[in-house]
């Protein structure tokens, strides 16, 4: 699986949109990009997943550049319950390739 | 809401006893993942489960781990002995096959003294 970097934390105003980097430059054309998340003491969390188109869901939305290099994943109005690690993992989506977790971006939501 | 449960959620106990955290994958789900959290290691996969035959084990110690799924409702993480360094979270999670789209459990919070 392709390595991602990630910022080791990241602060947002509640209420603000909240945009949080992910680069994978080493990325294969078959890797889709996950992020999950983890609030403080309890498991992890899927959020959202896509391999080449911009994606929305109810908990946020994931834009992937052109060139699959990096991805953003976006929370448009945080809330203080967005306090959390988020992982960005790649992977392919086929037989077993287990998640591999990184060290992620801690999120401070303030009010 | 379909949720992956486990328990005990806590477990606090000597040094040598045997332990067992068990889990209850999402009803037709048949992947399950045991992964184990530390503060120095994150998290990390034990083992993984397809249709109820392990596939992979490789991150489990074998001398005093071990991982079995009884039937399509349960899966079972039992260490003996145990020893302080296995104090930690223990996550289960469920999913299906080759989709990374996995569920996680609350945890167990095991300390060994």
């Known amino acids: 699986d392709a390595k991602t970097t990630q910022p080791p934390s990241m602060d947002c105003a509640e209420g603000r949109a909240a945009n949080l980097p992910c680069n994978h430059s080493t990325i294969s054309g078959n890797e889709y990009v996950y992020w999950y998340r983890q609030i403080h003491s309890q498991g992890p969390q899927y959020i959202i997943h896509?391999?080449?188109n911009n994606e929305t869901n109810e908990m946020a939305s994931l834009i992937i550049t052109e060139d699959r290099k990096s991805s953003t994943l976006i929370l448009p109005h945080a809330t203080l319950r967005d306090t959390a690690v988020y992982y960005c993992i790649v992977r392919v989506d086929t037989g077993f390739q287990k998640l591999v977790f990184g060290t992620g971006t801690r999120l401070l939501v303030s009010p | 809401d379909a949720r992956v449960t486990q328990t005990p959620r806590h477990k606090v106990t000597e040094m040598g006893q045997e332990v067992t955290m068990r889990c209850q994958p999402i009803l037709g789900h048949n992947t399950v993942f045991w992964y184990r959290q530390t503060m120095m290691q994150g998290l990390e996969l034990l083992a993984y489960?397809?249709?109820?035959?392990?596939?992979?084990d490789s991150g489990m110690p074998k001398d005093r781990f071990s991982a079995e799924m009884p039937d399509a409702t349960l899966a079972t993480l039992k260490i003996q002995p145990s020893e302080p360094r296995d104090s930690a979270v223990y996550f289960c999670a469920s999913g299906l096959t080759g989709l990374g789209t996995q569920y996680f459990g609350p945890g167990t919070r095991l300390l060994v003294l």
């Open positions: 896509g391999l080449k």
């Open positions: 489960f397809r249709n109820r035959a392990p596939l992979d």
